[in-house]
């Protein structure tokens, strides 16, 4: 079971999209905080409840303080990542989340024919292993 002081990143292990978002986050998470874990596998299945585990389109951000989907879900992950991050995180945070998310539900409704879609979820290199879960 990770460790309470790691957020984990549930995403579409299958989603070209969502694979970039992890590449991003694990580029710029020097403090190596983040635990990522595709919305298809165990560990989503035994922390997540089934809506959103059946819900594919919907990045997910397990903190201690609680669960953010969709935009919450990307302005955590920019106000953890710090610096710029940081401050792109409250310059989005300002935009109001009805609007914010109208925004990613039209990326996340074509985002395989934008992105493509992967046959599996993504594998971790070796170096990367530790921070996957199943």
């Given at each position: 079971m990770p460790s309470e002081t790691h957020p984990i990143l549930f995403f579409d292990g299958v989603c070209g999209l969502c694979n970039k978002s992890v590449d991003f986050v694990l580029?710029?998470?020097k403090r190596d905080r983040?635990?990522?874990?595709p919305l298809q596998g165990?560990?989503?299945a035994s922390m997540l409840g089934s809506d959103d585990v059946e819900n594919l389109n919907t990045l997910i951000l397990k903190t201690e303080s609680g669960l953010y989907r969709r935009t919450s879900a990307v302005v955590?992950?920019?106000w953890y990542l710090g610096g710029f991050w940081a401050l792109l995180g409250a310059l989005l945070w300002i935009i109001p989340l009805?609007?914010?998310n109208?925004?990613?539900?039209g990326v996340s409704a074509c985002r395989y024919s934008l992105?493509?879609?992967k046959e599996s979820c993504r594998i971790p290199t070796?170096?990367?292993r530790e921070r996957f879960l199943d």
């Open positions: 580029m710029r998470d983040f635990r990522f874990a165990e560990t989503a955590r992950i920019l009805p609007l914010r109208l925004g990613y539900r992105f493509g879609k070796p170096s990367e």
